[in-house]
Nanobody, 118 residues
Framework: QVQLVESGGGLVQAGGSLRLSCAAS????????MGWYRQAPGRQRELVAR???????IYADSVKGRFTISGDNAKKTVYLQMNSLKPEDTAVYYC????????????WGQGTQVTVSP
């Protein structure tokens, strides 16, 4: 079993910055395949940024150049540094990881709210 706990959300003005953290525990041995998704009201959950299975990074086009994903394998923690925030970045941000057992299984954190005011 895997547990993911996010922190760092909040209210910020447009142009500001926030840093999200996601601490993993349980049967997880690497930050590879960990990442961040977000869901705004009335919209589907979408990828923000993640590590691939080999540790490369993937970003949504809408956040490239503004957001940076990083991680610490020893702490089993990933971070999302969000700069130049825009009102359209307002959403609940979820930490995710995918674990391969008999099949791939998604694990999700409880989510953290990010609100960007104009």
């Amino acid at each position: 079993q895997v547990q993911l706990v996010e922190s760092g959300g909040g209210l910020v003005q447009a142009g500001g910055s926030l840093r999200l953290s996601c601490a993993a525990s349980g049967s997880i041995f690497s930050i590879n395949n960990m990442g961040w998704y977000r869901q705004a009201p009335g919209r589907q959950r979408e990828l923000v940024a993640r590590f691939t299975s080999v540790g490369n990074t993937i970003y949504a086009d809408s956040v490239k150049g503004r957001f940076t994903i990083s991680g610490d394998n020893a702490k089993k923690t990933v971070y999302l540094q969000m700069n130049s925030l825009k009102p359209e970045d307002t959403a609940v941000y979820y930490c995710n990881t995918k674990i391969l057992g008999l099949r791939w299984t998604d694990y999700w954190g409880q989510g953290t709210q990010v609100t960007v005011s104009p």
